[in-house]
Every structure is written in structure tokens, then in C-alpha cells.
């Protein structure tokens, strides 16, 4: 049995996902819809409630602009933690490699991102697009971070490690986070045997880059991380890649320079091996922000 918590802000949207759900999850379940139209709690405090109000030791927590198309979805994630008693996270969209750039949960420059979805997109005029990206025809992927559209924890995981609602007060980071302290004690996988339409595509704007600021700060000592082998070349290209759009975003969002430079000195792998790299990078944010004047 699983609890299904969502956290919404409109409501036609969570009647139109809790009928979805109803006529597509296939076993018993709760569905813990909780109102924040507001907009005055961060989603970690939001899902931290919803754990708390849960009575199954499943908990799944998807975004109320979805659409499940798989039939018997539920059945497959019941029987996925019977069989795997060291997952402690389970999503469709996640990554083998999180950059030690300041970035979501997958960065630029190199594909290590699995994921089967059906992305719709609300702020382009871009057509729905299926992603499925499975390199070895996989069921399942071990992965270090996962987004947050749509995933399912044990609720005894999701009760020990909780939601860093102290750290993120809004809706962006939360996902990355979870997934990191997550892997600490258990292992995160993406499945491929779940679909859902995803209506709407992220939004990267100034919130999300303090956010993901907040996120390397707190998790730096531990990136990069991976959860497969990655060639060194491909490395340094998702990392040169992944941190020149960063500081292009920093400089956009009138983060102050401080700030990025403490992520570029956070990046420790860079001065290990890339010193070079580390100091190009250095002299590239002061003119940057110096352009931007």
C-alpha cells in the first residue's frame, strides 16, 4: 500500500491527478493532497507534513501536473523495495554523475542522465518530447540524484533523513538534497518501467540559482559523486561545461561574485587535478561580473 503525497497549489490540477491516479496505480493507497496555493511553505516542510500524516510504509511524492501511463504503477514499486531491501529512493529521471558545479541534478557537456518521461513544456512553444534514455536496456539504473517529479521512499527513510526544510524554504534543490543524504545510507535508482506525462518543464530562474548555491554549500565536501566509472575526459568536460553556464547564470541572477568564487573554491577536484582549469575559471568570473557592470 502507498501514501501518494502532493504538494498544490491549483486545485483543478490535483482533482485531475488524483482521478489519474485512482484509474492507474492499481492497489490499495492514500492520497494526502495538501494546499499550499500560497505559496508560504517550502516543499521540504510540505512533504515532512505529508510523511508525518502517512499511514503505509510507501510514500510517493509527484508533482500535481502529471499524468500516469503506466497501468499498475504501484504494483511494480510494492514489489520493487520487496525485492531490494537496500533502495531507499526510487525515481524515473536521475543521473550516475553530480557535478561538483554548482548545477541540478544532472549537469552539461556529458549524458549521464536516465530517465523515461514524457515532457510536455508550458513557457516554450517546444512539442512534447518522449525521453528515454536507458544505454543497456536496464530495468533499473543506480544513480546519485534524482529529480523531483515523481519518487517513492520507504516511509522509515523518509522518517530517519527527512527533508532539509531548515536549508531550503522553497521549491528548488530539495530533490538533489534527498537523493545525497539518501545515498549516504541507502542506495537510488531511476526505473524505467513507470511513465507519466510531465506537463510543464523546469524553470531555472534566480531562486533556483540560490538555491542550488545553498545545495554545494552544504554537500561539497562530497562531489563530485558518482555511481558509475566516467572517463576522465568526459569528466572535465561536464565540469568546464557545467560551471562557465553556472557563472553565465550567476552573473544574470546578480549573485554576488563572492559567492561564486566560494563554489569555485568548493570545487576541490578542480585544484587537485585541473589547476589550470581552476585558475581560467578564476579569471573568467572577474570578467564576467566586470562586463556586467
Known sequence: ????????????????????????????????????????????????????????????????????????????????????????????????????????????????????????????????KHYCRNLHNDQFTEVVSIDGVWFCTPRKVAQQIQFDQNTFSGFHAYDVDFSLAVRQHYKVKVTYDVLLHHFSEGTYDDKWIFEILKLHNKWYKHLPAQSAPIDPDDQFTAESKTFFLFISQAVAAKVPMRLVYQALWHCTVYRKKWPKFFFKLSKHIYRSYRAAR
Not at 502507498?2 to 492514500?30: D, K, Q, R
Request: net charge negative; charged share 15%.
Open 1 to 128: 500500500m502507498i501514501s501518494v503525497i502532493i504538494s498544490s497549489v491549483v486545485p483543478h490540477m490535483l482533482a485531475s491527478v488524483s482521478e489519474n491516479i485512482a484509474a492507474t496505480i492499481g492497489v490499495p493507497y492514500e492520497l494526502i493532497g495538501i494546499d499550499n496555493g500560497t505559496g508560504a511553505r517550502g516543499i521540504c516542510e510540505i512533504y515532512n507534513h505529508g510523511t508525518r500524516q502517512a499511514k503505509y510504509d510507501i510514500l510517493c511524492f509527484v508533482h500535481e501536473d502529471v499524468a500516469f501511463k503506466t497501468a499498475n504503477w504501484g504494483q511494480h514499486v510494492i514489489d520493487t523495495f520487496a525485492t531490494e531491501p537496500d533502495l531507499g529512493l526510487l525515481g524515473i529521471a536521475g543521473s550516475t554523475y553530480k557535478n561538483a558545479a554548482p548545477s541540478g541534478w544532472h549537469g552539461i557537456g556529458f549524458f549521464t542522465d536516465h530517465v523515461n518521461i514524457l515532457q510536455g513544456y508550458k513557457h516554450t512553444n517546444a512539442e512534447l
